[in-house]
């Protein structure tokens, strides 16, 4: 079984201040994905990024970046200099790998991260 | 490009009715579909998957039930609500791509 743990419940920043939200996943499988969504007032959950368990490049998009360490089961997403735009819920998932990705879209979430950026 | 509505946004039912939610895709074919449930609080619990018409997999036990009567058409119901069902169901499709994408979600409260 799969097991994602956001140990961080709310974080409170000022506006661009830099955050960083903690991810650590447990699963016994080899091939592995691992995403972050963001969960916005509206309740959508917007698709952010997705990492492969081969692929442990750092990954930057404007102010938002990814670190993926596979020795430390983590996979921490960053803010810098958070914007109020950036206050939503965010969620790290897992999903493993099955021949003919049949598994494409099941995923285990974490508890979620609520994120407040004061003006 | 794709799309997936959901609908309704809000519901309010009594103990004891029947639910129907309904979820639709568009801009793609043959995607697997999803019913997700977030309680309170809590992240999202994978209730239902489906990789075809008639295709239906249970995540967990629970007073729900799931169909899908067309290929991009997925239906989440119940018999008889019960308080527990209260929360934010979200749908969400993928195709092959590891990543979901999600409708907007239907708040169920249940009195």
């Known amino acids: 079984a799969q097991k994602v743990t956001q140990a961080q419940t709310e974080i409170s920043v000022v506006e661009k201040e830099d955050v960083t939200l903690d991810c650590v996943y447990e699963?016994?499988?080899?091939?592995?994905?691992l995403f972050w969504y963001k969960q916005p007032p509206s309740g959508e959950l917007v698709f952010l990024i997705r990492?492969?368990?081969?692929?442990?490049q750092n990954e930057i998009s404007g102010r938002y970046s990814w670190n993926f360490q596979k020795s430390t089961s983590s996979f921490n997403f960053t803010i810098t200099a958070s914007q109020v735009v950036d206050s939503a819920v965010y969620f790290c998932?897992?999903?493993?790998?099955?021949?003919?990705?049949?598994?494409?879209?099941?995923?285990?979430f974490g508890q979620g991260t609520i994120l407040t950026v004061h003006p | 490009s794709q799309t997936i509505h959901q609908w309704p946004a809000t519901l309010v039912q009594p103990v004891g009715s029947p639910l129907s939610l309904e979820c639709t895709v568009e801009g793609t074919s043959n995607p697997n579909l999803y019913w997700y449930r977030q309680a309170a609080g809590r992240g999202l619990q994978l209730l239902f998957y489906s990789v075809g018409i008639g295709q239906i997999s249970s995540e967990v036990p629970q007073n729900l039930s799931a169909s899908r009567p067309q290929d991009r058409q997925f239906i989440l119901s119940s018999k008889k609500l019960l308080l527990s069902d209260s929360g934010f169901y979200l749908c969400a499709w993928s195709r092959g791509r590891p990543e979901a994408f999600f409708g907007q979600g239907t708040r169920l409260t249940v009195v």
């Open positions: 998932a897992l999903s493993v790998f099955y021949a003919g990705g049949t598994s494409y879209g099941k995923l285990t």
């Open positions: 990492r492969n368990s081969f692929d442990e």
């Open positions: 699963t016994r499988d080899t091939t592995y994905y």
